[in-house]
């Protein structure tokens, strides 16, 4: 089963908002509700963000927002901050589960 | 506090085997999905393996299915990964993550690297 399709980077302006797209198919993605987001930094485990395509677990900042239509989820970044800089990983339950490639973040 | 733990990497020879544990601590264990992921050295994270919380059904990620095999001891709070006819391309870290709901990790360990290498 092939990864997700995220693009390899994206980049903003602090304060900026940044959009990172994550396509997939009408087996996942586009089948279910439960796409999820993860943040990585250097050297540390994957965080939480986004889970059922929108909903922010307790503790994460309402800039971190997420969306769907047909097969492809997105993540918004709002108001970037510096510490924002990191990778990030969309996730779709489908049968199998399946991440996508990560998209590494930088601010500028 | 929430904690998983991962123990049990190393490095080890192509062929061999290797057992990976977790140990839960501060959730109520035997209510959650538990989940494997790994991520090879400058890779992405791939989901691995998946294990009900009464243990009675497991998933599979397609380049580890009939190699690995996932189980749990909910009395010992701890979910395990036996690793079978390891490969060089299975060298990664190993991530041990608690599923909140449909492929949601919201709780991760800190993860064990896996060498496999002559």
């Known amino acids: 089963q092939s990864a997700l399709t995220q693009p390899p980077s994206a980049s903003g302006s602090p304060g900026q908002s940044v959009t990172i797209s994550c396509t997939g198919t009408?087996?996942?993605?586009?089948?279910?509700?439960?796409v999820s987001w993860y943040q990585q930094h250097p050297g540390k485990a994957p965080k939480l963000i986004i889970y059922y395509v929108n909903k922010r677990p307790s503790g994460v900042p309402d800039r971190f927002s997420g969306s769907k239509s047909g097969n492809t989820a997105s993540l918004t970044v709002s108001g970037l901050q510096a510490e924002d800089e990191a990778v990030y990983y969309c996730a779709s339950f489908g049968g199998n589960s399946i991440f996508g490639g990560g998209t590494k973040l930088t601010v500028l | 506090e929430v904690q998983l733990v991962e123990s049990g990497g190393g490095l080890v020879q192509p062929g061999e085997s290797l057992r990976l544990s977790c140990a839960a601590s501060?959730?109520?264990?035997?209510?959650?999905?538990m989940g494997w992921v790994r991520q090879a050295p400058g890779k992405g994270l791939e989901w691995v393996a998946s294990i009900k919380e009464d243990g009675s059904e497991e998933y599979y990620g397609d380049s580890v299915r009939g190699r690995f095999t996932v189980s749990r001891d909910n009395a010992k709070n701890s979910v395990y990964l036996h690793t079978d006819s390891l490969r060089a391309e299975d060298t990664a870290v190993y991530y041990c993550?608690?599923?909140?709901?449909?492929?949601?990790?919201?709780?991760w360990g800190q993860g064990t690297m896996v060498t496999v290498s002559s």
């Open positions: 993550a608690r599923d909140a709901g449909h492929f949601s990790y919201d709780v």
């Open positions: 009408s087996s996942n993605v586009g089948g279910y509700d439960y």
């Open positions: 501060g959730l109520t264990f035997s209510a959650a999905w």
